[in-house]
């Protein structure tokens, strides 16, 4: 089993971001005592054994604004139910997360940190309403790496106005200077409900651009394993693209078992009054194997061809023939993952 969750607050809202984020309002107890709360009830859900939990990521939102003694008491509900050496990981800002902090993450047998770096150029942070600057970003990682951290990951996003070459070269360069494991890029989307809403010209769309930045992240050493995630391989994440089961606890997490998906509230005061709650999404045979096939072409996962209809097989196979795909032990393989979303529709339309 698998466990992600959600830390809602954040210091300020990034102009890109459709992620459910609020600024700290003094709701921080009382959203640990429902997170608590959601935990215990879900472990009793999901049937959840002892030493079973396989991974854990706290995601958010600014996980790193929250101290120590807000997961001390997570984890003290969660530690007979981890699986020995499971990876945990936990995200952070280069600006609320100092030496002291992250030594007391690592204490608490978090393995895996993330940082959301985004640039190093300090006018295109500006640009994604960042609150850090570069100067943060290499202290962060420092101190990380003096804190006990060896799996760091650091998120960067691309395709922006701003981006050409020489912007991408710029953060090439820096990406090589800092010695870490796994890189997530990640091209400007323009989200709803966002200062980047309807300003579709933030936005490049370049696919030259996107693979010139692709080419150059692996020339560093970072093997791709998914359209946006490069390295040591995140086994949260591959969780996700596995189709495994996992709990999402935590403001508008969202969980999955079996053939169903469940959804927690996504106002902060209704979280807090009723945690427990889910919402939930039941799934037929199509609608999974829909999922596998976007899945599984964006990732090293493939596709398992017994989950193919008579004409989505047929013409996957044509791809292969075509060398789109690669047809390896009943399994279709991707490529090019840029394409991933063009080739899945083409199968399965």
């Not at 101190?143 to 050409?164: E, M, R, V, W």
């Not at 292969?320 to 199968?347: M, P, Q």
């Amino acid at each position: 089993m698998h466990l992600y969750i959600h830390i809602p607050f954040c210091q300020s809202k990034c102009f890109y971001c459709s992620f459910t984020s609020l600024k700290k309002q003094d709701f921080e107890m009382a959203y640990l005592k429902a997170l608590i709360e959601d935990i215990k009830d879900k472990i009793i859900f999901f049937k959840i054994n002892k030493k079973s939990i396989k991974t854990i990521f706290i995601g958010g939102g600014t996980p790193s604004l929250m101290d120590a003694k807000f997961y001390e008491k997570i984890f003290i509900l969660l530690n007979d139910f981890l699986e020995e050496n499971a990876e945990i990981t936990i995200e952070a800002n280069p600006s609320s997360s100092n030496f002291t902090w992250l030594k007391e993450m690592r204490n608490l047998n978090i393995n895996r940190i993330s940082f959301g770096v985004q640039s190093f150029n300090e006018n295109k942070l500006q640009f994604l309403g960042r609150n850090h600057d570069k100067k943060s970003i290499f202290t962060s990682i420092e101190n990380a790496k003096k804190a006990g951290f060896i799996n760091i990951n650091i998120d960067l996003i691309y395709d922006t106005k701003l981006d050409n070459t020489k912007m991408l070269d710029y953060e090439i360069a820096n990406l090589s200077l800092l010695n870490i494991t796994h890189v997530s890029a990640y091209n400007l989307t323009i989200e709803e409900k966002t200062k980047f809403a309807k300003k579709f010209h933030y936005k490049k769309n370049a696919p030259k651009l996107a693979k010139y930045f692709i080419q150059n992240i692996k020339n560093l050493g970072f093997d791709q394993y998914e359209i946006s995630n490069f390295g040591q391989i995140c086994k949260h994440n591959l969780a996700y693209w596995q189709g495994k089961d996992y709990i999402g606890c935590g403001l508008s997490a969202v969980g999955f078992l079996k053939n169903q998906r469940f959804y927690t509230k996504k106002n902060l005061k209704e979280y807090i009054v009723n945690p427990t709650f889910r919402e939930i999404e039941n799934l037929n045979q199509n609608d999974l194997n829909l999922e596998h096939l976007f899945l599984g072409l964006r990732s090293i996962i493939g596709v398992d061809e017994k989950r193919l209809k008579t004409s989505e097989k047929e013409k996957a196979l044509f791809l292969s023939k075509k060398g789109k795909l690669i047809y390896k032990n009943g399994f279709f393989y991707n490529t090019n993952f840029l394409l991933s979303d063009e080739l899945a529709l083409y199968i399965s339309t």
